[in-house]
């Protein structure tokens, strides 16, 4: 199983710095880490600087890994896709991507329970440009799931979503990374969400790495305060979860 560290990661457009020095000493199989922070924070450029889709200074450091570029997968918040593609045929090219092309019957298999888990099997032979944002964003989770990831960079994975549905796919990704000793970092808006579904918290803020740590000792009213400008405090509420209750902008 591989493990993750981050070390001191850069990234810039043009002569303008979006992400200085955020490190990590270690990501350990299996476990969930939320990245938030306020929008143009720089967690989209951190995805796509791990995933080595744009360059920088600093190192990002996959041990024991087994596929290696497919050791990472990265699920974009853009969900732009081919429309002349339907949902089987996005999911196959992007199972084959980087081999060949001879079609492998558990490839088939491994394409038709990823739609089941994710419960868009009726949309298998529908037109990319036939779905609503929030199919596509189901889909592009199923093309990013399919290539079998060590390392799974989800940025903003549910913001199309209903709340149901929102719900079932953090529920299936943190217990999928359980299960398979996947490392898992997701950019989310919705505090909650990450006090609930993930174990560790890292805040990225002005292209810095403000804090990291488990999500409980992370997500405080003092941080709300400091890095979302709003007044808020954290409570036990249903079985004792903890949630964010805002009280007012500052």
Known sequence: MVSLVLKDLGAAYGRTTVLSKVAIELLTPGTTTAVIGPN???????????????SGPGVVQLSDATRGSRSIG????????????????????AAKQGGGWRVKDEELFEIDAILKALRIENLAFRGLDALSGGQRQLVSLGQALVRKPEVLLMDEPT???????????????????????????????????????CANTMVIANGEMASSGPTNEV????MLRDIYRIDARIEACS???PMVIVDGAL
């Open 40 to 54: 143009a924070a720089g967690k989209s450029t951190l995805f796509k600087r791990i995933a080595g889709l744009i």
């Open 74 to 93: 990265y699920m974009p918040q853009d969900t732009g896709a081919n429309a002349v593609l339907t949902v089987y045929e996005s999911l196959l090219l």
């Open 159 to 197: 913001s199309a979503l209903d709340l149901h549905r929102q719900i079932d796919v953090l529920e299936f990704v943190g217990e999928l990374a359980a299960r398979t000793g996947m490392i898992v970092m997701i950019a989310l808006h919705d505090l909650n969400h990450a006090l609930r579904y």
């Open 219 to 222: 997500i405080t009213s003092a």
């Open 239 to 241: 079985r004792g979860r």
